[in-house]
């Protein structure tokens, strides 16, 4: 397998990043760092899509100069599965006009799911992991290298610098009187008029009067034994109490008594004419 690409940066800043294993780790599309710090940086999990299938392997890389190339050897095997894969990858940098080229030279073995892929699907995905892996490298070489914190020598000697001053900030030789601080400030006394403090102290503060003693006593026991869904819906008493609404009669009590009434005097009335029948 061969590729070659053109990076717009200096060839020496991609050979510090390309032999640094905490940037490499950085520039591998797919891969996972394992959290154990004594596996190394470039211990972990990659997935690599081949086709229309994705494999996770699972292993280490390490980095090998050699003659003004650099190396990458691994090896990996299959996450979910008895497959393995070796690698050895070979970065070659060409400095050229505003830029420096890569030739890449690499070896595959394996066996398994990525053995049962296709040339041209290993070729494809190898292509494709090269340029995102190009990119992240170029974008990881641009960036600027972190300042070094300061020391505790050089904090002190800023210290020492900082007192020797004026206290203007200008070190003139001309000795200026030491400014005081805000806080340093004495607070000034309340700005109250002196015969008004004296009324207000003369004058005696009234407290309310406390709640008698029966009243307190009725309210403990009307809430003692009560939960508060009783309490809260409890129905008003006294003179917020409810009034009742006036019962209202109804057709059907009327009629209770007005149909015995009518049936009685209809029986009557039958009777006192059969009496007159028969007297005639």
Known sequence: MEHEVFVPVPAEVLRATLTDPARVVRCVPGFQRDADAEAGPLAGRLKVRVGGNTITYRGALKVVERDGA???????TEARGKGTAELSLTVVLTPVAEG??????????????LAEATEEARATAGARLLDKFVEALAALAEEPEPAEPPTADDTADTADDTEDTDDDGVDDGVEEPRRESVFDAPVPPPSLDPLLAEELADTPIEFPAPQPAAEAAHARRTMIGRSAEEV?????????????AP????????????????ALALASAVVVGRALRRRR
């Open 247 to 262: 019962e209202s009669t109804s057709a059907g009590a009327t009629l209770r008594w007005i149909a015995p009434a009518a």
């Open 100 to 113: 420096t080229s890569l030739s890449f030279t690499g070896a595959l073995t394996a066996a398994g799911r």
């Open 232 to 244: 809260d819906h409890a129905p008003p008493r006294g003179r917020y109490a409810p009034v009742p």
């Open 70 to 76: 650099v190396t990458y050897e691994g090896q990996g």
